[in-house]
């Protein structure tokens, strides 16, 4: 039986791994849960099925309105489960004695902290917030080697990449091939984009996932921060990456080795795929929640080099991808902002690498970051955009001593 946390349960990821563990009742034992505050509902059934040991809310006022969904719903059972809040809540819920497998599926910067900890534990860490590694990979990668902690990806592109990798060393790679569907606006010109909305950039052509993640494959952000997941992960020098456009994501990533032979992995754009093989890591399980590939149904696979002029938050990722700095901390932070100013309608969608890059351009990058230096770099960021973005003139950040 393995016992497992998982934190963002409400979201996108966490709803999929849910659905996983309630079709393996004799494999899976959910011991935590995390979720954001305005699915609370949501929460409280999930509570009610997994029973679990501990749960977290994101503020304390929300403890309360939970203790009363779950009274409503009546059947006193879920009192036994013990209710927190906020980022501690987070971290004892990533660090609750006993369990093996740790889900990250919580979105942005707030991954960072229970991922560290949960790793000092020597927890295996299923990670699905690739803002982890992209903010803090210089520290993340050497903490979980310190205490043989494993991490595995949920991304699908590197579940595909660790999943061909088996068996190799990092010597035997030429190249990695990171393939991106290149989003809704793959087909679109430069100009069209200039015009694309909120409900545009939302539709996504395979993949159904929350909206900050869809907003950064419109952009291609998204592929650019899983050059960076990927460099760390697979502990690769960024020229090795090679980013790919495949529209129909059948083929999710493949691994180029120095012979001249790809082994990549195929199948159907479903979460669930990478999420069920994360969770049952080394073992592959028998199920019939991950939908079939059929290929001759499919019919044609294309592949096609990225537009990195009509794609500059792909190209900007590119460029920092190489630092070894807080620069990526900062990007990744930079985004997280304006991508919510997108979704609020204050900026428009052609503006998004614009604004990237005055942030970026303001920091004064720092070496060998510890996490403090990346805590401070993020928040720093976020003060940046959000002035930017609110049209205030932000303050150029001294130079560090
Ligand atoms: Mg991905």
Redesign the pocket.
């Known amino acids: 039986m393995k016992k497992i946390s998982l934190l963002g349960s409400t979201g996108s990821i966490g709803r999929q791994t849910l659905d996983i563990a309630a079709a393996h009742p004799d494999k899976i034992k959910v011991i935590g849960l995390a979720a954001g505050g305005k699915t609370l509902p949501l929460l409280a059934d999930q509570v009610r099925i997994f029973q679990p040991e501990l749960v977290s809310v994101p503020k304390e006022e929300d403890v309360p309105r939970l203790k009363d969904l779950l009274e409503k719903r009546g059947d006193g059972t879920s009192t036994k489960t013990k209710i927190t809040f906020g980022e501690t809540g987070l971290v004892e819920v990533a660090t609750i004695s006993g369990i093996d497998t740790l889900v990250t599926g919580v979105v942005g910067f707030l991954g960072v902290k229970p991922t560290y900890e949960a790793l000092k534990l020597g927890t295996t860490v299923a990670l699905a917030n690739?803002e982890t590694l992209v903010a803090a990979g210089s520290v993340i990668m050497p903490l979980a080697r310190k205490h043989g902690a494993k991490i595995v990806p949920v991304?699908?592109?590197?579940s595909a990449i660790f999943q061909s990798l088996s068996g190799y060393t990092p010597a035997d790679i030429e190249c990695i091939l990171l393939t991106?569907s290149g989003g809704p606006f793959r087909t679109w010109t430069k100009d069209q984009i200039r015009f694309a909305t909120v409900d545009d950039a939302l539709q996504h052509p395979n993949w159904s996932m929350g909206p900050k993640?869809t907003i950064d494959s419109a952009t291609m952000m998204?592929k650019g921060l899983?050059i960076i997941e990927a460099r760390w992960l697979f502990d690769l020098p960024v020229e090795k990456i090679h980013v790919v456009l495949h529209a129909q994501s059948i083929l999710h990533s493949a691994v180029q080795f120095v012979d001249g032979s790809v082994i990549g992995q195929l199948g159907m754009p479903d979460m669930r795929l990478p999420i069920h093989y994360a969770l049952f890591h080394p073992d592959r399980i028998a199920t019939q929640r991950v939908p079939r590939l059929n290929l001759a149904e499919i019919g044609q696979l294309s592949f096609e080099e990225p537009d990195y002029d009509k794609f500059r938050c792909l190209k900007i990722a590119k460029e920092v991808a190489r630092e070894d700095t807080t620069l990526a901390c900062v990007l990744n932070a930079a985004n997280e902002v304006i991508v919510q100013a997108f979704l609020n309608g204050s900026i428009n969608f052609h503006t998004i690498p614009d604004y990237i890059k005055r942030v970026l351009d303001r920091h004064a990058a720092q070496s060998n970051p510890t996490l403090e230096d990346i805590l401070e770099a993020d928040k720093w960021a976020r003060k940046e955009a959000l002035a930017l973005v609110e049209g205030k003139s932000a303050v150029r950040q001294a130079p560090r001593r």
Do not use: T
């Open positions: 690739k991304d699908s592109e590197h991106g993640i998204n899983e």
